[in-house]
């Protein structure tokens, strides 16, 4: 059966690949595309609202990469019109964005990375944070990432790494994660010229009281394609959860891999 999909945010770089990704994919259909910028992809126009998208077709979920002031206006759109989705957008408020969800009779796959790699990394850290709370307690932490100049929040999954970081007993605020979107200075980091519109790269170094132990973390990721391939078994796992009959649920990319 062939899982119906409408992507929002459809004029951005996101979208815009998840889109010719998901187009010749034997078990999804893209019914519509949607952004305010207007235009055409793939041969359909781009509808300039998603109201009038859900209004106009019918489809099984939707797939957002809008910009992180639509957030939150977008899910309550979406729980209106019972119509599930996977949220790839960061930025809004998010936990009015999980209950909303739980409010309503759809389910959605919401996370900050898609990139099926980094979210593992992200397990193996909440792993050690639930079972090894106290072990990195005195120690300093700074985190710097890098993004696309276009990126203008903060990273969504440097911000769930806090969290983690907090619970192994480091003091630390999403306020103080660093980041950088100079294309000079990424320049200076070592990304790829060609990458320079589309990467993801994060560094958590960890420093004990007394300097003598040294920890550091790097995920890097060049080009947006791993992201895509996430989004597509996202889209998967949420459609059988959908065939399921969940409703009111809120899954992490974590539980898209555990269920792949």
């Known amino acids: 059966m062939m899982i119906k999909v409408i992507v929002n945010g459809a004029g951005g ?3 815009r690949l998840i889109s010719k990704y998901l187009y010749p994919q034997n078990d999804m259909d893209l019914v519509d595309v949607v952004d305010p910028k207007g235009g055409t992809l793939l041969l359909k126009t781009i509808k300039a609202s998603v109201k009038d998208a859900v209004e106009n077709n019918c489809c099984d979920l939707i797939v ?16 209106k019109y019972n119509i599930p989705f996977v ?3 960061t930025g809004g408020d998010r936990e009015k964005l999980a209950q909303v969800v739980k409010d309503s009779n759809v389910s959605a796959v919401i996370a900050p990375n898609m990139a099926k790699q980094v979210v593992a990394f992200q397990s193996m850290m909440e792993y050690a944070a639930e079972t090894f ?6 120690f300093s932490l700074e985190i710097v990432e890098s993004h696309q100049e276009s990126k203008k929040d903060t990273s969504g999954t440097a911000k769930a790494m806090v969290g983690y970081f907090n619970k192994l007993s480091i003091p630390f605020d999403p306020g103080q994660i660093e980041m950088i ?6 320049r200076a980091m070592g990304i790829p010229e060609e990458d320079l519109g589309g990467h993801g790269w994060h560094t958590y170094d960890l420093v004990s009281a007394d300097e003598t132990v040294n920890l550091k973390f790097t995920h890097n990721i060049n080009g947006r394609v791993p992201y895509v391939l996430g989004t597509l078994d996202a889209i998967r796992f949420l459609y059988k959860k959908i065939q399921e009959g969940s409703k009111g649920e809120v899954f992490s990319m974590i539980d898209v891999l555990k269920g792949i």
Request: hydrophobic share 30%; glycine share 8%.
């Open 13 to 15: 770089s996101m979208g």
């Open 64 to 79: 957002d990469f809008t910009q992180p002031n639509a957030v939150n206006a977008n899910a309550e759109l979406y729980c």
């Open 87 to 89: 949220m790839g957008t």
């Open 133 to 138: 709370p106290n072990a990195f307690e005195g």
């Open 181 to 186: 979107r100079d294309p000079e200075a990424q």
